[in-house]
Structure formats: C-alpha cells, structure tokens
Nanobody
C-alpha cells in the first residue's frame, strides 16, 4: 500500500481546506485510515480516523466539530475536510493506513503505512 497526501497550503484563520489521501497498491476497503499531524517542535498527534467498511469515525478532542474525515471508495481516496481553521492547526498532516479498528486507534503504532505529509499553514 502507498499513500499520497495532498491539499495543504497557506490559508487565513477561519478558512477551510480539504486534504486528500490517495491509496494505491492494495484493496482499499480493508483498511482503517487516519490523519495525524505534526507541528514544528511538537510530537505527531492524532487528528481523525475512519473504518473504511463501516460508519466508525473517531476524532481528537481539539477537532470539535470543525473537521470531518470521509472516504470515496471508487476514488480510493480519504479526505479531511477542515473548517474554521486556527493558527494552532498549522502542521504537516499525514495520512496513515492500518488493519485494525480497536482501542488505541489514536496511537501512531496502530498504523502500518504512512504518506509523506502535506503542509498546512494557517495565518492569523
């Protein structure tokens, strides 16, 4: 499996942005997909996850109702719709793929494959 994230850029606080993660190399439907982010000088942190063959979704507390993770099976793509962006959302965003939906999906160790990341910069 290979993951290619895109969609990052420079936006103003309050703007919206949608990140995409194209999955290639294997049947997409068997994976748990997630987004993590890493801000300068900080550790990588969980943002959101979804179970591809189901309605399961999970979000970090800081997301609130601002972000939505979704997938398009036909396009083999996972999205992260981000609204009401804040300066503290500035980070490199990574998509990740795993094979389990269970306790601990917010930990990086649950994921086997990672994309290269896309930079989101939010100016205040």
């Amino acid at each position: 499996v290979q993951l290619q994230a895109s969609g990052g850029g420079l936006v103003q606080a309050g703007d919206s942005l949608t990140l995409s993660c194209v999955v290639s190399g294997r049947t997409f439907g068997t994976y748990t997909m997630a987004w993590f982010r890493q801000a300068p000088g900080k550790e990588r942190e969980f943002v959101a996850a979804m179970r591809w063959n189901g309605d399961n979704r999970a979000y970090a507390e800081f997301v609130g109702d601002r972000f939505t993770i979704s997938g398009d099976n036909a396009q083999n793509t996972v999205y992260l719709q981000m609204n009401s962006l804040k300066s503290e959302d500035t980070a490199v965003y990574y998509c990740a793929a795993g094979t389990r939906w269970e306790y601990g999906i917010w930990t990086a160790g649950m994921y086997d494959v990672w994309g290269r990341g896309t930079l989101v910069t939010v100016s205040s």
